[in-house]
């Protein structure tokens, strides 16, 4: 990743969500608001927000969106097969929980290959199903070389629970086997909950990447 771009996080309540800010060139994408999208958007003042990017439909992950999107006027971002289940975040969801609002639909939809485009980074989306059937990897390139949102896929040596709705126990097998293969070593994965990690030590300590 560039010197020049820069990635703030902001974890909000009630599960420690990763709320990301990667800023480019005076751009910024914001990647899981899941709750608290007003603070979210105070922390951000001033700052042009171009994506609101979720990488699936969990609550946890979108219940920020809405008041996000209403505070900065920015395009919200996801799979289409997560988008209907996004529209339900302030719902009383399996885990129990429900979260601020529902995400609205998206303005855009993403999939495999499709590339979102903030300042001077880039970041390739791939698809890797599993948690939920339209989770996705957002990998950068240009100056985010080096860097991958990866939510709820990857944690570090396990993965995502695959009990909920939607779950798939083979296809997350084979959505990790995927990124185990396509992203390279060198690359940070910034985690939906918790501290980041690098391919190179999942491909070392994962047993699920093997
Ligand atoms: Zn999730």
Known sequence: MSEKDSIQVFVVPPIDTNCYAYESAGEVMV??????????????????VRWIVATHGHGDHVGGVAALKAATGAPFCIHAADAERATHAGEVAESGRSYDADAPLPDRTLAEGDVVE????????????????????LVGEGTA????????????????RTDFSGGDEAAILASLRRMGEEIAPDT??????????????ELATNPFLR
């Open 145 to 160: 070389k080096g860097v991958a949102f990866v939510g709820d896929t990857l944690f570090p040596g396990s993965h995502g």
């Open 188 to 201: 940070t994965l910034l985690i939906g909950h918790g501290p980041s990690t690098t391919m190179a030590r």
């Open 31 to 48: 990647v899981d608001p899941g709750n608290c999208g007003d603070r979210i958007a105070e922390q951000l003042a001033g700052k042009k």
């Open 118 to 137: 903030v300042g001077t980074a880039r970041f390739r989306v791939m698809e890797t199903p599993g948690h939920t059937p339209g989770g996705i990897v």
